[in-house]
């Protein structure tokens, strides 16, 4: 043990004089102090074995983490992950010397140290080792964007998850993803003003969840649970602890009866200050989470535990306890009910209500006059009849403020209004409800007439609240509405936020037990009108129509859900054109999904659920959930058949088809394509439409070789007045260079098409006549030319479908790069303008193409390095999107770099591999980029090829 001692401190300290960083250095002393010590004073020393093992660890980790790397240019995972680390050593060896002093203090040559004291420290120094694999997890990812040379913000971060399998295997042997995030960090709630009689429960709680436990805060509406985990969050112990990764996650907006799992990740994610894209939403908040230590309230958790959407039950649960198994993070959930997720090991905790002494301060402050009158006596019997509730109190106590009664007056009103106090009910106190209903016949309410309620009834309806903007808008019989909510303010019974006038959860819930579960028929009515007209007057413009949209969103997808429900008839304008809306101006998952599904089909909803259906499926394309686009469509597809809609049944097929073309599917869709001209819509169909089909056939044929160029598009071209326009020449002439054709006459062909482009009806047939006289250019090396082609694209697309001008950006970048002017190709690929970022976050697509335009840019500049992990992000990109040609190039590129270092053996396994994926894709292996020539790489890089060609050091590969 002593040999194994003195090599290990021997190879400590030589590490300590190598490593660059000074941070590494101290952690190294630390380490050597300890090993010494241990040497020098501890008598147990074997039992010290496996410490010392973990020691050499943290000497070759360091080595590896900060090789070339000082403190002044240590990535901020890296700077965490030592800091953890340092903070571990110095702790163990202060005790270890503490053990050390005492041995000498009491003259004594060695001291044990308990050697459940050394495992502890054992595991300790395990999971401070294991935080270097996930932080530089997320330093990986981030280091995609900043790549040396280059200044990014994390703001312009995309949320696509990338696979490093160096850094990721240890942690799991199952391939593990990260996904880039846009964050902004989210300070939690204030520690609540009027918070009493918790200070031993707060202190509980707080070691509680320092020491690793998960809480569930069970108690009634009103009981203080919220508050309670507000003022957790703002304990010493967890700020030091945690840091500013304390979260609170508010679910009290939402109804049980919509809430999906995709609104309750996105609530999650927008509490944590990420962005969420992909397939699975689960993944980002996961990857978020890992990255250090968290501690997480979910408030009133009860919305998403008692969910009416089965697939909300089955997932969120499982969700859960996958949050809850991060190591380092925390979760505080706040519930009425008891269903929290069964796979999670809970502190349930059953929030009592106050004693008598906190209850007491908490009324006479709001109500202070009490205190002076006779009464004392009977105002604490009457807060033992409200069975201490902190919100029944708070309620009393500002009824009683606000109408300046005398404490005779409050009891006389109470004993009026309440017998028996406790009443199990539906599991609600029913003291809430009394003292509710004793503010609403306060006089200052009953001032209001039937009024009053009517207008709690409807902010109680809406998730959001009644807007304060547009209450006379919403409500224009209520003639004193604004009167009415200042009214109900003072009474506590709503409140004022950003604009909205709500009520907390616990009265929401009292007010739908005592009042109409809906609002009357002439709010309602009202509401809808108001709603749906600013729904059709909305358009793709940003005016005051649409940012009615953005603001009560919530709301009017509240109402629309609503009548789907209950009278369809009334959103069959109404909802697919507010999904259109949300495409255009807030692209989010929507609670609409299970309820457009769940409509009844019958004759009159056939067509009326086929368009929603289609609308959803846009919605669903923009926020790049290709799996659900399919779905929707061709359920879409489906009714439109029943209602012998044969048109638009062609447009679902087509859609479907080009989807699976884009995600060079080809041989998926060429059979869709070719089976429809089979199916009974055939016969049907316009001229026009059967044109569009042929189109999108030939598309898809194009990529597959398996016809001439002659044969491409002719089918389609001999109809004018089609959508497409010139599209088919054009195609049929870029089909023409992509055969190797005569290019001159391609070019000259395609600038004839281009002069026929003279109205915007036909804009995408002049973006294609431009692409293509750029792909000329580019291929016979007129590259400043293919620039400023490009740019022309780039022009028409400014302020408008800002997608394709982000799209020829990326290919003005790569054109940059082969002119060698790399600055300028990372300058357009990196620097998105604001304008455009929402869309590169939102957009799939766009980042594979991002990504591999980024690729290419580095990888023709010599950094390798750099290229090779935006080709792994694009891989990872394309494996949760579904998209094949994007694979495949990025396999290519890292053959190429894997053949440039010499590994043949890795280049052949990621050629071997392109080989199934052409395979899959329907293309030939020679003309895997035939279609695409702006994403050829240069020719130096020539493994492919030799790949192909069965050349050395290929020759043996089959």
């Not at 043990?1 to 030589?14: F, K, P």
């Not at 807030?586 to 368009?611: G, Q």
């Not at 300058?827 to 303008?833: D, M, N, Q, R």
């Not at 280049?907 to 980029?929: D, K």
């Amino acid at each position: 043990m002593s040999q194994l001692l003195d090599v290990t401190i021997a190879g400590i300290s030589a590490l300590q004089i190598v490593v660059p960083s000074d941070l590494a250095k101290g952690v190294l002393g630390t380490v050597a102090s300890i090993l010494m010590t241990v040497q020098s004073v501890i008598k147990n020393k074997s039992d010290f074995r496996a410490i010392v093992k973990k020691c050499e660890t943290i000497g070759e980790i360091l080595k590896r983490a900060t090789k070339d790397t000082t403190d002044d240019n240590l990535p901020g995972y890296l700077t965490h992950a030592l800091s953890e680390l340092n903070s571990l050593v110095n702790d163990i060896n202060n005790k270890v010397v503490s053990r050390k002093k005492q041995g000498w203090f009491k003259r004594i040559l060695s001291v044990t140290i308990d050697r459940d004291q050394i495992d502890s420290w054992e595991k300790d120094i395990d999971s401070s080792l294991k935080l270097f694999d996930t932080e530089a997890l997320v330093g990986i990812a981030t280091r995609v964007e900043e790549l040396p040379g280059i200044t990014t913000r994390v703001e312009e971060l995309t949320g696509i998850t990338m696979r490093v399998e160096e850094v990721v295997s240890r942690i799991d042997s199952n391939l593990t993803s990260v996904n880039v995030l846009k964050y902004q960090p989210i300070e939690p709630p204030s520690r609540p003003s009027m918070f009493y009689g918790r200070d031993d429960l707060v202190a509980e709680l707080t070691t509680l969840a320092v020491n690793g436990e998960h809480i569930a805060l069970i108690g009634p509406g009103g009981m203080g649970k919220s508050s309670l985990a507000k003022a957790i969050l703002h304990e010493q112990l967890i700020i030091e602890k945690f840091a500013d990764r304390r979260f609170f996650v508010a679910y009290d907006d939402l109804d049980p009866s919509t809430i999906t799992f995709e609104t309750f990740t996105t609530h999650f994610a927008g509490a944590l200050g990420i962005e969420i894209t992909g397939a699975d939403p689960l993944r980002p908040i996961s990857t978020f989470l890992h990255s250090a230590s968290a501690l997480v309230v979910l408030d009133n958790a009860e919305t998403f535990e008692e969910a009416s959407a089965l697939s909300a039950l089955e997932k969120i649960p499982p969700a859960i306890a996958k949050i809850a198994d991060i190591r380092g993070v925390i979760l505080i959930l706040t519930s009425r009910s008891r269903r929290n997720a069964t796979d999670v090991l809970w502190r349930t905790m059953d929030i009592p209500p106050l004693d008598l002494s906190s209850a007491e301060r908490v009324f006479f402050q709001t109500y202070p006059r009490a205190r002076c009158s006779d009464a004392e006596e009977e105002i604490k019997d009457l807060l033992s009849e409200l069975d201490f509730h902190p919100l029944s109190i708070n309620l009393l106590a500002h009824t009683a403020r606000q109408n300046d009664w005398s404490p005779a007056t409050l009891l006389k009103r109470w004993n009026d209004r309440h017998t028996a106090v406790l009443n199990p009910g539906k599991g609600k106190l029913q003291s809430l409800s009394d003292t509710m209903q004793l503010s609403l016949n306060s006089p200052s309410i009953q001032a209001l007439g039937e009024d009053g309620r009517r207008t709690l009834a409807i902010i109680a309806f809406l998730p959001q609240g009644l807007n304060d903007n547009l209450a006379g808008n919403l409500l224009p019989s209520l003639k004193q509405v604004n009167n009415i909510c200042d009214v109900l303010c003072i009474q506590s019974l709503v409140y004022r936020h950003e604009n909205f006038i709500k009520v907390l959860a616990p009265i929401r819930h009292c007010v739908q037990d005592s009042l109409p579960l809906v609002p009357d028929s002439t709010s309602l009515q009202e509401i809808r009108t108001f709603y749906y007209h600013t729904v059709e007057q909305c358009s793709e413009e940003q005016d005051s129509h649409a940012n009615i949209i953005v603001s009560d969103h919530f709301n009017i997808e509240r109402v629309v859900a609503f009548d789907l429900a209950h009278i369809p008839e009334e959103t069959y304008r109404a909802c697919p054109k507010f999904l259109c809306c949300l495409k255009w101006h807030l692209p989010r998952p929507t609670t609409l999904t299970p309820a457009i599904f769940n409509v009844v089909e019958n004759s009159p909803t056939y067509e009326f659920k086929a368009y929603c259906l289609w609308n959803l499926g846009w919605l669903y394309f923009t926020l790049s959930q290709l799996t659900d686009v399919m779905k929707i469509f061709k359920a879409a597809g489906a009714l439109f058949l029943a209602t012998g809609n044969h048109e638009m049944v062609a447009e679902c097929v087509l859609e479907c088809a080009d989807l699976c073309r884009c995600q060079a599917r080809f041989i998926q869709s060429q059979q869709l394509l070719e089976g429809f001209q089979r199916s009974e819509s055939w016969e049907y169909l316009s001229k026009p439409t059967k044109s569009r089909v042929w189109f999108f056939l030939d598309n898809a044929r194009m990529y597959r070789f398996t016809a001439s160029a002659d044969e491409l598009f002719v089918k389609s071209l001999g109809l004018k007045d089609h959508l497409y326009g010139l599209s088919p020449k054009i195609w049929h002439w870029r089909a023409k260079l992509y055969y190797g054709g005569d290019i001159v006459q391609v070019n000259e062909r395609l600038e004839n098409l281009l002069l026929q482009c003279t109205c915007t009806q036909v804009c995408f047939a002049r973006c294609g006549a431009l692409e293509g006289l750029a792909m000329v250019t580019f291929c016979e090396g007129r590259l400043s030319e293919a620039m400023d082609i490009l740019q022309k694209i780039v022009d028409m697309f400014k302020g408008e479908r800002s997608f394709y001008a982000l799209w020829y950006t990326v290919l003005k970048a790569v054109v940059a790069s082969r002119q060698g002017d790399h600055a300028l190709a990372r300058e357009l690929i990196y620097k998105v303008p604001e304008s455009l970022q929402f869309l590169e976050l939102r957009s799939a697509f766009v980042f594979l193409h991002r990504s591999y335009g980024a690729a290419c840019i580095e990888l023709a500049a010599g950094a390798y390095d750099n290229a090779e992990s935006h080709f792994i992000a694009a891989i990872e990109g394309s494996d949760i999107q579904g998209h094949l040609d994007f694979k495949a190039y990025s396999k290519r590129g890292l053959g190429e770099i894997a053949f440039a270092h010499g590994d043949f053996a890795l280049a052949a396994r990621c050629f071997t591999e392109i080989r199934s994926l052409c395979t899959e894709m329907g293309v030939p292996e020679r003309h895997l980029y035939s279609c695409d020539p702006f994403y050829v790489l240069p020719d130096r890089f020539c493994a492919w090829s030799l790949f192909l060609e069965g050349q050395s050091p290929f020759a043996n590969i089959m």
